[in-house]
């Protein structure tokens, strides 16, 4: 049976309801935090409220809410506090990532483990966290102790236009962990850069293209260049919502437009990825985790989008996205 892996255990795809496919409710330290201290999300009680306006804001399209907390290992990830969150928040479902960031987000990393181990090593880590449960001290320390909760995709991260070795060393071990249990992999591209060449990447070492979301494009709102991903096969995550000063909301709408008229609105994921306090709602923000469903959404709408199309991108790409595909999982 086709199913999701939340931080709680399996469920039913369509238990997930709206899905913001890349976002942060936890994040209690590590490098991001030591480069920008607007990155430490370590307060349960601020989450549960952040998490709450996203619920409420889906429940107008479907019941339910789904949060994807991309935060990988050794980066800040803490699965019992996004436990927390989760069984404080009616309605809401989380699912919990491991993989890894880019390279430079662990700072100096000649001595990293993604080092010192083989591939297979590595890939045996990222495994035992999707099949056993997520190690409670987030793969920092010497001893690992696994949890009851289990991750549910795998990150990948890259650098600014180009994939470093040690961050092609990290894709093959994220790719030999996907093959092995059919998780799904949801990647960070810094800018939109290296967009391609990830999806290739995966595509080549035998990763199904169904189940390869490529991140963070929106910032490389080329169409034509996007649907050279979707042509593959590979999913895109759209998030970057309301920083203008990077582009603003209507570069989202072009290229789902465009991607949509290109018969790839199937293949279109959306997040917020609100993945630092002055970004939520909870610290102070005007807006927050619950953009989606609560601006964009509503938005498309007024821009003249049919509501299935909406529907789509809001509830039923990530539905089928997220399930799991052929594998060991347990
Ligand atoms: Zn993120």
């Given at each position: 049976?086709?199913?999701?892996?939340?931080?709680?255990?399996?469920?039913?795809?369509?238990?997930?309801?709206?899905?913001?496919?890349?976002?942060?409710?936890?994040?209690?330290?590590?490098?991001?935090?030591?480069?920008?201290?607007?990155?430490?999300?370590?307060?349960?009680?601020?989450a549960v409220e952040e998490a709450s306006y996203f619920v409420k804001a889906s429940q107008d399209w479907v019941a339910g809410g789904t949060v994807i907390d991309m935060?990988?290992?050794?980066?800040?990830?803490?699965?019992?506090?996004?436990?927390?969150?989760?069984?404080?928040?009616?309605?809401?479902?989380?699912?919990v990532a491991t993989g890894f960031h880019q390279e430079k987000v662990y700072l100096e990393t000649r001595t990293s483990w993604v080092n010192q181990y083989s591939v297979n090593q590595i890939a045996d880590l990222l495994i035992a966290d999707i099949v056993e449960g997520v190690d409670a001290?987030?793969?920092?320390?010497?001893?690992?102790?696994?949890?009851?909760?289990?991750?549910?995709?795998?990150?990948?991260?890259?650098?600014?236009?180009?994939?470093?070795?040690?961050?092609?060393?990290?894709?093959?071990?994220?790719?030999?962990?996907?093959?092995e249990t059919g998780c799904p992999i949801n990647t960070h591209t810094s800018a939109g850069t290296a967009a391609l060449e990830q999806a290739k990447a995966f595509v080549k070492l035998g990763v199904d293209p169904a189940k390869v979301a490529i991140g963070h494009v929106q910032r490389n709102n080329d169409v034509w260049y996007l649907s050279q991903i979707t042509k593959l096969g590979c999913y895109l995550e759209l998030d970057g919502t309301s920083r203008i000063k990077y582009l603003p909301d209507s570069s989202r709408v072009m290229i789902?437009?465009?991607?949509?008229?290109?018969?790839?609105?199937?293949?279109?994921?959306?997040?917020?990825?609100?993945?630092?306090?002055?970004?939520?709602?909870?610290?102070?923000?005007?807006?927050?985790?619950?953009?989606?469903?609560?601006?964009?959404?509503?938005?498309?709408?007024?821009?003249?989008?049919?509501?299935?199309?909406?529907?789509d991108l809001l509830v039923n790409n990530a539905q089928t996205f997220f399930q799991f595909g052929q594998g060991r999982q347990q």
């Open positions: 049976m086709s199913f999701v892996r939340t931080i709680q255990g399996d469920v039913d795809p369509s238990s997930l309801g709206v899905v913001n496919c890349h976002d942060h409710l936890i994040r209690v330290g590590a490098g991001e935090v030591f480069l920008d201290a607007d990155h430490l999300l370590d307060d349960v009680d601020k935060c990988p290992s050794a980066c800040g990830r803490s699965v019992t506090k996004l436990a927390e969150v989760d069984s404080r928040v009616d309605g809401l479902q989380i699912v001290h987030d793969y920092m320390g010497p001893i690992v102790e696994r949890t009851k909760h289990k991750a549910g995709v795998i990150k990948f991260a890259s650098a600014y236009g180009k994939i470093t070795e040690w961050e092609h060393k990290t894709l093959e071990a994220v790719a030999i962990a996907a093959k789902v437009k465009g991607l949509t008229e290109l018969g790839y609105g199937k293949q279109l994921l959306l997040g917020t990825d609100s993945g630092k306090r002055s970004y939520q709602k909870a610290y102070g923000s005007v807006t927050g985790m619950d953009f989606d469903p609560a601006v964009f959404a509503p938005r498309l709408l007024d821009e003249g989008f049919d509501r299935d199309v909406v529907l």
